[in-house]
């Protein structure tokens, strides 16, 4: 069974830079495609960004364009989302999950395993 864990939340201002990674302690989650959600208050849980098994595949959602980069190792069984120019409405607990299949998903139904979650909050 996978086990996703999610690191490197905290808080931060506005306009800087902030990395989220995932690890897999089972180490059985390299063939699936992977994902990062969020879910701030009072709203319910989005698709934030998604990879392939591979990496030859991603997906953002147009909130996070070209400001959010996901990218994955295999040999080390991580994902990370690369969040620059944060703004206060980034402010969520951010989700690390591992999809059903090795394509990207932009949906939760697409996504099996669910880390803890980490909070990352985005001051003005």
């Known amino acids: 069974q996978v086990q996703l864990r999610e690191s490197g939340g905290g808080q931060v201002e506005a306009g800087t830079s902030l990395t989220l990674s995932c690890a897999d302690s089972k180490r059985t989650s390299s063939n699936n495609g992977m994902g990062w959600f969020r879910q701030a208050p009072g709203k319910e849980r989005e698709f934030v960004a998604g990879?392939?098994?591979?990496?030859?595949?991603?997906r953002y959602a147009d909130s996070v364009k070209g400001r959010f980069t996901i990218s994955r190792d295999r040999s080390k069984n991580t994902v990370s989302l690369q969040m620059d120019s944060l703004k206060p409405e980034d402010t969520a607990v951010y989700f690390c999950?591992?999809?059903?299949?090795?394509?990207?998903?932009?949906?939760?139904?697409?996504?099996?395993?669910w880390g803890q979650g980490t909070q990352d909050t985005v001051s003005p």
């Open positions: 990879i392939s098994w591979n990496g030859g595949d991603t």
């Open positions: 999950a591992a999809a059903l299949r090795a394509s990207v998903s932009a949906t939760s139904y697409g996504y099996r395993y």
